[in-house]
């Protein structure tokens, strides 16, 4: 069955940094692979997804993420976060069944001016 | 594009009775509509699977008659909490998918939450 680990369920990063959130899947075909960001009290807006093709996706918000076969990962990450990325980081695999997503646990971003 | 809307975004209601939450595709027809519950600091649990003209898929453990789903429409599903309890409190969140590079994608409707009293 297919699975995501979000390794990290808290990061704490300082405004203007660099920032990675950790994925990693098991799933037996081709992956389809989504991040998605909640702020408190809200719905999950679409970063970023991959399908195939180019390895490393750019997404909305200064975000990108780069898909790692080898490595059954899919990092999202930005060079330089700002206070208002402070939010919750789902990252989700695409089962290929009537195109239901797999969460993972969810990284809760805070960042320090 | 790809909005997704979701009436109302807060409901407070006495135990016992019934609560209807709509999740409208404002700018597209969507095949697909899912429901999720989400609990306080954790991930989404899928409830169901909503098609169009159809009934919906349950995911296990989740009780058919107590959580009524009717997709009326290609831009409209809604879910029906029957008989409220205070356990049935939470954050309920409904997606619709889209086409999308070639590939269905969800798009997120901005939650409602329940508070059962």
């Known amino acids: 069955a297919q699975s995501v680990t979000q390794p990290d369920i808290h990061i704490t990063v300082s405004e203007g940094a660099s920032l990675e959130l950790r994925c990693n899947y098991s799933?037996?075909?081709?992956?389809?692979l989504f991040w998605y960001v909640q702020s408190p009290g809200q719905g999950l807006q679409l970063l970023l997804k991959y399908f195939s093709g180019d390895t490393l996706v750019q997404g909305i918000k200064g975000f990108e993420a780069e898909f790692k076969r080898s490595q059954s990962s899919f990092n999202l990450r930005k060079p330089s976060v700002h206070w208002s990325d402070a939010a919750e980081y789902f990252c989700?695999?695409?089962?290929?069944?009537?195109?239901?997503?797999?969460f993972g646990t969810g990284t809760r971003l805070q960042v320090t001016l | 594009g790809a909005v997704v809307s979701q009436h109302p975004s807060r409901v407070i209601c006495k135990s016992g009775t019934s609560v209807k939450i709509e999740c409208r595709s404002l700018d597209f027809q969507a095949t697909t509509m899912f429901w999720y519950r989400q609990f306080p600091k954790q991930s989404l649990m899928l409830m169901a699977t909503s098609n169009e003209g159809s009934k919906a898929t349950y995911e296990q453990g989740v009780e058919k008659d107590k959580f009524l789903i009717n997709h009326a429409s290609l831009t409209l599903s809604t879910l029906t909490v029957t008989s409220a309890h205070p356990e049935d409190s939470s954050f309920y969140i409904c997606?619709?998918?889209?086409?999308?590079?070639?590939?269905?994608?969800?798009?997120f409707g901005p939650g409602t939450r329940l508070l059962v009293l």
């Open positions: 989700a695999v695409d089962t290929g069944t009537a195109s239901k997503l797999t």
């Open positions: 997606s619709a998918t889209g086409l999308a590079g070639g590939r269905e994608t969800q798009y």
């Open positions: 799933y037996g075909a081709t992956p389809y």
